[in-house]
């Protein structure tokens, strides 16, 4: 008796199985933000111009917060492009690695263009004043 009440479940949605209430914020909107966090302390460590090497390390401190900011921001807008222009399906010509290549931009592609250009873009516009 209890299979047939397995077996006719109600048809939900595959989103509503990842839904996590226990946070005020999603866990992807936190991740961007740690993404960002992450790829502007490396981009002022890592970075030899001399705009960066002549800062300071408040300038850089500066920079890396309005860096994640923007960085974040970013994220989230191409998330948002993201969503609105994904295609449902995709058709290639290219064989099995055009698919996957194609496949794995629509995952995280827009979000880590718009996490680059978002982070360099704080970066520049702090340094740039010292």
């Not at 299979?3 to 949605?13: A, G, T």
């Not at 992450?38 to 001399?50: E, L, P, R, Y």
């Amino acid at each position: 008796m209890e299979q047939n009440n397995l077996d006719r479940r109600d048809p939900q949605n595959d989103e509503d199985d990842y839904i996590d209430d226990t946070l005020p914020v999603p866990v992807k909107v936190l991740g961007w933000a740690l993404a960002a966090f992450a790829f502007a302390i490396f981009a002022v460590t890592f970075n030899n111009s001399g705009m960066v090497l002549r800062a300071g390390f408040f300038a850089k401190a500066f920079a890396v917060l309005v860096g994640t900011l923007l960085g974040w921001g970013g994220a989230l807008l191409g998330d948002a492009i993201c969503r609105f222009a994904r295609p449902s399906a995709v058709f290639t010509t290219g064989g099995f690695f055009s698919l996957v290549f194609t496949k794995l931009f629509w995952i995280a592609g827009p979000q880590l263009i718009g996490m680059g250009i978002g982070v360099m873009l704080g970066l520049s516009q702090v340094l740039s004043r010292i």
